[in-house]
């Protein structure tokens, strides 16, 4: 059964860091790139940054580019998305898609 579930949100100040893990299961992770989405309230979902299978290739919206870090572990079927200086902007629910298969949504809130 291919499962891909998101984790790692919470409630951080703004300038503050989370990291999101999404887990894989039930297909083979590392021949798949992966992507992160976020979708605040009231707005359409926007791709955040995306990883090639191997991890060679990373690509990020403009609104995140040197804040955030896509990273993947094949080995552990997961791929991680660090975010640094968050800011109240950032707030949405984080998603992540591997292999057309989306996780669940993890509620990320940066307020003081």
Same mark, same amino acid.
């Given at each position: 059964q291919v499962q891909v579930v998101g984790s790692g949100g919470g409630l951080v100040q703004p300038g503050g860091s989370l990291r999101l893990s999404c887990a894989t299961s039930g297909f083979s992770f590392r021949f798949y790139w992966c992507h992160w989405y976020r979708q605040a309230p009231g707005k359409e979902r926007e791709l955040v940054a995306t990883i090639s299978? #191997?991890?060679s290739i990373t690509n990020y919206a403009d609104s995140v580019k040197g804040r955030f870090?896509?990273?993947r572990d094949n080995a552990k079927n997961? #791929?991680?998305l660090q975010m640094n200086s968050l800011k109240p902007e950032d707030t949405a629910v984080y998603?992540?898609?591997a292999n057309g298969k989306w996780g669940q949504g993890t509620q990320v809130t940066v307020s003081s």
């Open positions: 299978s #191997a991890g870090t896509i990273s997961t #791929a991680y998603y992540c898609n």
